[in-house]
């Protein structure tokens, strides 16, 4: 699971320290001295008992184009601390309590609540304020899944616990698997995002626990997207393209998404049949398996 995260007590750091510091210090989170770094980060934060509300109202008082200008977003639910560095940038998470009006109002899943997922970057967190949102926590061999909708995930639950005040955790990227629950009252954390372009060619998933299996998939590339369209589109070309991608292309997940695009589009049962039917013979064994699952999908 996420990793509990030592650290030593220290001085309040005003969030203008803090951002120094990161910038001076910040390159990842992998290695443990860039942990060190980065709790010492955190820990500075959460000893400042002040910066947040101050941070808050500066974000109301923002227009909306500050915002588009990236100078500062804020939602019902997060707050940008700052404005994004290379490679990563700070924000602090409002968790509304179970019986708080916005979940009665807006439901669960607004809040990620009850959302299994898994995170295609690594973070840093603090329970900086209240009980702490609760959850199920898991781990997944990420190398073992390819990332198709009703693919076997093999999570393994670790425990439920939660992020209360002053516990600090590292969540890895593409290993950690969390399922949140409201907490008991409104609750606050703080996180160290980082941030990599590459990260974008890498999935987010969410999970089914019950069934132990991938669910969707949360992050989508701009190309995936248009390589949709372009199909559904029914334009020779966009089929052509799709076609040669499926085969052709280097990154296995716009492989992936040329199956579905192109499998979802088929002009006919048959043409789609063909289609499975050929692609479970594909080089990639990963596209192999996901057409051999569309196949039974549709034959149960
Ligand atoms: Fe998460």
């Known amino acids: 699971m996420a990793l509990d995260i030592a650290y030593r007590v220290q001085e309040p750091l ?10 001076a210090n910040l390159k990842g989170l992998e290695r443990e001295q860039e942990r060190e770094n980065a709790a010492h980060i955190l820990a500075g934060l959460y000893a400042n008992r002040d910066f947040l ?13 500050d915002e588009t200008q990236g100078r500062r977003k804020y939602g019902p639910q997060v707050i940008t601390l700052g404005a994004a560095r290379p490679g990563w ?15 009665r109002a807006s439901g669960k899943d607004a809040f990620f609540y009850g959302l299994p997922h898994d995170h295609n970057f690594d973070f840093l967190t603090i329970g900086y304020h209240g009980p702490g949102y609760i959850s199920d926590y898991y781990e997944q061999d990420y190398e ?3 990332g198709y909708k009703g693919e076997p995930a093999g999570l393994r639950f670790i425990e439920r616990s939660a992020l209360f005040e002053g516990r600090m955790l590292y969540y890895r990227k593409h290993r950690d698997v969390h399922c949140q629950h409201a907490p008991d009252a409104l609750s606050i954390s703080l996180n160290i995002m980082m941030t990599a ?3 974008y060619w890498f999935d987010q998933c969410r999970y089914d626990v019950k069934r132990n299996v991938v669910e969707t998939i949360l992050s989508q590339g701009a ?7 372009a199909v559904a589109a029914c334009d020779e070309n966009g089929r052509d393209l799709a076609t040669e991608i499926l085969w052709n292309h280097p990154s296995q997940r716009m492989q992936l998404a040329a199956l579905q695009a192109l499998s979802e589009n088929s002009l006919s049962q048959m043409e789609k049949d063909k289609l499975l039917d050929q692609c479970r013979r594909h080089g990639s064994a990963a596209i192999a398996a996901a057409a051999s699952l569309y196949i039974n999908q549709h034959e149960q």
């Open 144 to 146: 073992a899944i390819i």
């Open 89 to 103: 940038f700070l924000r602090a998470n409002i968790w509304p309590g179970v019986n708080d009006y916005a979940v």
């Open 14 to 23: 005003t969030l203008d320290e803090a951002l120094s510091l990161g910038d």
């Open 53 to 65: 509300a101050d941070a808050a109202i500066d974000a109301l008082k923002l227009t909306y184009a």
């Open 197 to 199: 372009p590459e990260q």
């Open 223 to 229: 190309n995936e997207a248009m390589l949709h369209i």
